[in-house]
């Protein structure tokens, strides 16, 4: 597929690099879990409104799979998978997983040897994927969920015929992601910090797709009735160096571009830069825009080689309605 306008000029996306840093990060995201935590729930009460029951259902980018206990209560019968890029946020995933079994072990015990093994398949499953390269067989889910995670790839454009794909037709896909405004205040300080000391503007943090751009993609890529609505989050800091040590706990940014030898000038002109923004109240401000959608795999049009698809039960629809 070639780029869309809304990504005409963004990075090449580099899976090995970004696997690199959500190992690292890992260790040490529970310290920054609280942003996630709190979008997940406003994606559950979005889900309420929303009649679904699946039998399989996705969480891609389950990070330490966080969201998995909460999907696997609400869909009591379906069998949960999470998948993830980085090996060390899944064995955090896992790691939970085992902690929640062994909880669950003992009322189990009571339970009919074949309704015993049914609960127990329907456990949190793990797979290593990227998005854009599911090892799932086409139509394999009836829902697909992914919590501020779409925004780490470079390619959305690419991400969602492949969501598509691995799900049915009027299958759910669930998402919530990270728009242009998102870390608007640390984005000006950098350009601050660098014209102060004479150096060409570089970008420090990855790019935002705009809700708009999201939408058109999702109908471009089998999707239909998108509904998508953003709000924006501002979290508050008490100093440039808390702010930027939980910038970098949750991934992938700041990119740190400057030469070296203007590393420590950068930094201390950045701090500056962060200072002079503090409210009245003392406290530095953060924004996340964070956009929600919600669309359903559309019945397909064509088939792979391009020849139209008429469904029976649209036969005849035509003629009707002209009469």
């Excluded at 809304?6 to 690099?17: I, L």
């Excluded at 390269?133 to 779409?150: G, V």
């Excluded at 950098?190 to 058109?216: C, N, W």
């Excluded at 109908?219 to 930027?244: A, C, H, N, R």
Aim: net charge neutral; hydrophobic share 45%.
């Amino acid at each position: 597929m070639s780029p869309t306008p809304a990504n005409a000029g963004r990075p090449a996306y580099d899976s090995r690099r970004l696997k690199r840093i959500f190992d690292r990060r890992a260790a040490t995201f529970d310290d920054v879990a609280f942003l996630p935590r709190e979008i997940a729930q406003r994606m559950r009460e979005r889900l309420d409104y929303i009649k679904v029951t699946p039998v399989r259902v996705l969480d891609a980018g389950c990070g330490m799979g966080a969201d998995l206990p909460g999907l696997r209560e609400r869909f009591a019968e379906a069998s949960v998978l999470g998948m993830d890029l980085s090996a060390a946020m899944l064995a955090r995933a896992n790691k939970a997983e085992m902690a929640e079994s062994e909880a669950n072990a003992g009322w189990r015990r009571f339970l009919p040897a074949t309704l015993g093994k049914a609960f127990g398949a329907r456990g949190p499953q793990l797979a290593q994927a990227d998005f854009a390269e599911l090892p799932f067989a086409a139509s394999a889910f009836e829902m697909l969920w992914s919590n501020l995670a779409l925004h780490w790839h470079a390619r959305p454009d690419l991400v969602f015929p492949e969501w598509a794909r691995v799900l049915k037709v009027n299958g759910l896909l669930m998402f919530s992601t990270l728009g242009p405004d998102t870390l608007k205040e640390l984005t000006g300080a950098y350009a601050q910090a660098e014209k102060s000391l004479g150096l060409a503007p570089q970008r420090h943090t990855i790019e935002f797709v705009d809700m708009h751009d999201l939408g058109d993609m999702l109908v471009e890529s089998g999707f239909e009735i998108p509904v998508m609505d953003q709000e924006v989050l501002t979290i508050t800091y008490k100093s440039p160096e808390s702010l930027l040590k939980d910038v970098r706990r949750w991934g992938a940014y700041p990119r740190d571009v400057a030469p070296q030898t203007h590393a420590r000038a950068v930094r201390d002109a950045l701090h500056a830069a962060l200072e002079a923004r503090r409210r009245e109240d003392g406290t530095i401000p953060l924004t996340f825009e964070v956009i929600y959608g919600h669309a359903w795999k559309a019945v397909p049009r064509m088939t792979a080689e391009g020849h139209g698809i008429v469904r029976l039960e649209d036969i005849g629809r035509g003629s009707k309605r002209s009469k």
